[in-house]
């Protein structure tokens, strides 16, 4: 199977069907909202390039690009005034999973198109479709990946995401679902760091100081792993396992240089490719999707399999 056909298993391929023949350049002109939660986070400035990517490719949309600068806020604010401007669709990955509801359903009930990606919203109903990766499985992806490096047991550090946001809770839970009641596998110290490389590096710091060095430390994201990185080469930790989660280029580097002992990769390209293409077919041909919610399934990618890694030509 090639990388193509691996990223369109499962309900993508019915997503894809949906625009194949059709000619997108003679369609309507349409005006979309992109919205993600920071571009401070190169995972979301990864996804906002690709949603570009797909609209140009597409054709006859104009994009605009919202960076919700971290806070529901001006995210909430980016959203009401798409509506005002009476967009044609809305593709969003919004920054809680609750605070960004009331947004989504004004623009639901005016009529709008949204779709979400990688973090859902929670409450809302008449959201046309959902694409993100199963993040429960991703915990539960690097949990087995921990077993099986450790098939001793382990002392795990865990550094847990932004509260309220949905990869966060899902990705905890499928730790959890893992390694809980596994007695040779014990969490010591667990605590958000936020998805922040440099607060990751700071609470990495205190675990260090409060516990001692562990086995293994397994992060929500990719920032936080290669801030839990520094923190253990600082203190010359460097055969502790780190596990991060985006597989981001940098973090893919690492992997491939046995820094890092891999990341979980969750095709953020193809979920925002497949999310703006979701939206144009309903935007204009009020097709509706044969699913109103697609998966990917997370793969943890180390040395031996890099090659799956959506993002390794950016690997410096």
Request: charged fraction near 20%.
């Amino acid at each position: 199977m090639n990388r193509r056909s691996f990223l369109l298993s499962s309900a993508a391929l019915g997503v894809v069907a949906l625009s194949a023949g059709r000619s997108w350049a003679q369609a309507a002109p349409l005006t979309i909202l992109g919205s993600v939660p920071s571009l401070s986070f190169p995972f979301f400035v990864h996804m906002l390039n690709q949603i570009k990517a797909q609209a140009q490719e597409i054709g006859g949309i104009t994009l605009i690009e919202s960076d919700g600068q971290n806070s529901a806020p001006k995210q909430t604010g980016d959203v009401e005034a798409a509506v005002v401007q009476k967009v044609n669709a809305i593709v969003i990955s919004p920054l809680d999973v609750n605070s960004l509801a009331p947004a989504v359903e004004q623009a639901v009930q005016a009529g709008i198109p949204v779709v979400t990606i990688d973090r859902r919203v929670d409450g809302v109903d008449g959201i046309l479709a959902h694409v993100g990766a199963d993040n429960a499985k991703g915990g539960e992806a690097q949990a087995n990946a921990i077993i099986a490096a450790r098939p001793d047991g382990a002392k795990i550090f865990h550094l847990q995401g932004q509260p309220g946001a949905g990869p966060a809770i899902d990705r905890n839970k499928g730790v959890h679902a893992i390694l809980d009641g596994k007695d040779k596998y014990q969490i010591v110290f667990e605590q958000t760091a936020n998805f922040a490389r440099a607060e990751a590096l700071s609470v990495t710091e205190a675990g260090l100081t409060a516990h001692g060095k562990p086995d293994v430390i397994v992060c929500a994201n990719d920032d936080m792993a290669l801030g839990a990185m520094e923190a253990c080469e600082a203190a010359g930790h460097t055969d502790v396992l780190i596990y991060g989660f985006d597989a981001l280029p940098e973090a893919l580097a690492a992997v491939r240089d046995g820094k890092l002992a891999g990341t979980v990769e969750q095709f953020p390209g193809e979920q925002s490719r497949t999310a703006v293409r979701i939206a144009v077919d309903f935007a204009r041909n009020q097709t509706k999707p044969a699913q109103s919610q697609v998966l990917l399934t997370p793969i943890v990618i180390g040395k031996d399999n890099l090659d799956k890694a959506e993002r390794l030509g950016e690997a410096g």
